[in-house]
């Protein structure tokens, strides 16, 4: 990896790590549903004269926005809400860590609808650790409300259908010839349209348009939802979808350090650990003989792994 890709990564890193600490802050002013609007829109309005730009032209025939109106569904509207929705009870370091199962759930969702059906002792062994470390995090044996609370099956709801994104995408939307950039430029329009819809559900409340919502919401859409994926597909382009894959391995840690910096929130040792077992279990996840399928998935410029 080079110099310059190294900086892009940790730029990626911290972009993409910090985005739970400004849904927090943004979420002193604005419902969830006003954040994801919001954030999808100004990532939309970052890809999209980028992508024009470059000479590409949005896909034309239905079938194809018809698929990117579900991925828009499953891979930003649902989750992007649920974390919103999570982080309201939920502190925002939890919801870095329990973002990490999100490659868990897609080996699994991928087993089961068949899309990738390789089975090696790592990949059971990663499922398990993987598991074990998201219930770790919640410390049921001190608590059982804290492992049942709403906030925190959001934020693992969320990071599930992140994972059924990407089975959905590589089934229908990576082999259709669509530049990456294009792709997301036009999912976060699909996005941005959904959640127009979404608005009556929770999104006509006036919001406070106090300075650290407004500029939180502002650093979330533009930086982290446009500029993040620019970086990423940079990376990919240089040093592939593995080397770029690496980032997601760095988000938690990102999530917690900010958290008890910015807003004081507790690091708690069951936390440590809990995260340090997600990793692990990722990291046993992705030991595979062979590419396969489900490694190619990049939706809206995440890699493999869901990164923000």
Known sequence: MSRGSLVRLVMLALLWGSGFLWIKLALRGFTPV?????????????????ALHRGLRFPADRTTWGHLFVAALVANAIPYTLFGIGEQTVDSGVAGVLNATTPLWTALIAFVVGTDRTATWSRGAGLTLGFVGAMVIFTPWKSASEVASWGGLAILAASASYGISYVYMGKFLTNRGIPPIMLSAAQLTAGTILMILALPLGG???????????ISLLILGVLGTGVAYVLNYRLITDDGPTLASTVTYLLPVVAVGLGFLVVNEQVTASMVLGMLLVL?????????????????????????????
């Not at 006003?34 to 980028?50: E, F, K, M, S, W």
């Not at 006509?204 to 407004?214: H, I, N, Q, Y």
């Open 204 to 214: 006509l409340t006036a919001p406070d348009l106090r300075f650290d919502a407004v």
């Open 34 to 50: 006003q954040i994801v609007l919001v954030r999808l829109a100004l990532g939309a309005l970052v890809l999209i004269p980028i």
């Open 280 to 308: 692990a279990g990722v990291a046993l996840v992705q030991r595979r003989p062979q590419r396969s399928k489900v490694s190619d998935l990049l939706p809206l410029g995440r890699n493999r792994n869901g990164r923000r």
